[in-house]
């Protein structure tokens, strides 16, 4: 069974860092890639942020890119979200979530400008991220 545990938010002032951290147990080989998703109560949930587990490559929306880097520490199943220069329409529930082959869409540009599209099904618990002017 796929389990995600998030941490690492709170409360910063807008220009500020935060590192999210998500703990993965359970992750099978099939499930190759891991994202970051935030939601404001009333929006839906929008895709931050995913790493392709396999050879590392990373994507990004654009609402986050140049700010938000996402990385992976494979000996320590966690996969981290550093979020620089935060303002206060980054403030939201961060999840952290795991690709199946059935849940919410994620399509984001990598560096090299190409894009990446996948499916999310698993999910953590969640945790707020709050930015202040």
């Known amino acids: 069974q796929v389990q995600l545990v998030e941490s690492g938010g709170g409360s910063v002032q807008a220009g500020r860092s935060l590192r999210l951290s998500c703990t993965t147990s359970?992750?099978?080989?099939?499930?190759?890639?891991i994202a970051w998703f935030r939601q404001v109560p009333g929006k839906a949930r929008e895709g931050v942020a995913a790493?392709?587990?396999?050879?590392?490559?990373?994507y990004y929306a654009n609402s986050v890119k140049g700010r938000f880097t996402i990385s992976q520490d494979n000996a320590k199943n966690t996969v981290y979200l550093q979020m620089n220069n935060l303002q206060p329409e980054d403030t939201a529930m961060y999840y952290c979530?795991?690709?199946?082959?059935?849940?919410?869409?994620?399509?984001?540009?990598?560096?090299?400008?190409?894009?990446?599209?996948?499916?999310?099904?698993?999910w953590g618990q969640g945790t707020q991220v709050t930015v202040s002017s």
């Open positions: 359970g992750v099978t080989p099939s499930t190759d890639a």
């Open positions: 979530a795991a690709a199946s082959s059935v849940g919410e869409m994620f399509c984001g540009g990598g560096d090299a400008g190409q894009d990446y599209c996948n499916v999310f099904g698993y």
């Open positions: 790493i392709y587990i396999t050879f590392g490559h990373s």
